[in-house]
């Protein structure tokens, strides 16, 4: 009978080098091979659409400031992840984020869905104080998010940046066009690049998310970016087994 021994590939460099590589084989192909077989991995879904200049600029001070170091953005497909935050995340859901904001730090909860849960006024509230509305929370306070101007000079040029990474955003007619048929005029008018800052401003007064339509604060942006979150896709179109095939 054969006597294997370990430490005779631990001893032998070369030996243990081929033998990490052909693991590292076999574990990548289990991986990508079945891809292939695969045509879409994106969910056909209605309604997802690339972010407003002032959602945009939201999603921006949430990263700036730290807040998917606590929360994250991936709702797992198992019953209590299910129960507690709503229908688990599609891949479709974030394929116009540039990065993702998935992640897997739950200090806070997850936020994917968090889109209309809570009122403008709440979001306010527990932005500026968060134990005046969750006594138990460990959440620090952002109250400059209130008293500070959203710079929004260089949205165009941001939004610009994301078309470079297949993020639709328009310059031309043609690509107004082409965005018209398909999110709908409405939309299509909110990503043309050339209105970013006239389009940036009308959402935030009609939106009037900080509770002052005077100014375009910070707030404004970070909870137009949250209030959005989730919202996009209507799951009650969809059967159960829908999208079982994308997995």
């Not at 998935?102 to 200090?107: D, E, L, V």
Request: hydrophobic fraction near 35%; include cysteine.
């Amino acid at each position: 009978m054969f006597n294997f021994k370990h430490e005779w590939i631990e001893k032998n460099v070369g030996i243990m080098l081929v033998a990490i590589m052909l693991a590292i084989s076999i574990g990548g192909l289990v991986e990508i091979a079945p891809l292939f077989f695969i045509k879409e991995t994106v969910e056909k879904v209605d309604g997802v659409r690339p972010y407003t200049p002032l959602e945009s600029r939201g999603r921006d001070i949430y990263v700036r400031e730290g807040c998917y170091l606590c929360h994250s953005q991936m709702i797992r497909p198992f019953r209590d992840e299910a129960l507690r935050y709503g229908h688990y995340s599609l891949a479709a859901e974030s394929k116009y984020d540039h990065p993702f904001q998935w992640g897997s730090k739950r200090t806070g909860p997850d936020l994917a869905r968090v889109g209309k849960k809570y009122s403008n006024e709440w979001h306010v509230q527990h932005l500026n104080d968060p134990k005046s509305m969750v006594p138990a929370t460990v959440m620090p306070r952002y109250p400059w998010l209130l008293t500070t101007p959203l710079d929004y000079s260089d949205v165009a040029d941001r939004l610009k940046a994301l078309r470079q990474v297949g993020v639709p955003y328009s310059l031309t007619q043609g690509e107004y066009e082409n965005n018209v048929k398909e999110f709908g005029a409405e939309t299509a008018k909110m990503l043309h690049i050339p209105d970013a800052q006239k389009n940036l401003i009308a959402q935030a007064q009609t939106g009037n998310y900080d509770g002052d339509r005077s100014n375009v604060s910070e707030m404004d942006a970070l909870v137009a970016y949250l209030q959005v979150l989730g919202t996009m896709v209507d799951f009650s179109k969809y059967d159960n087994d829908e999208f079982v095939k994308f997995r």
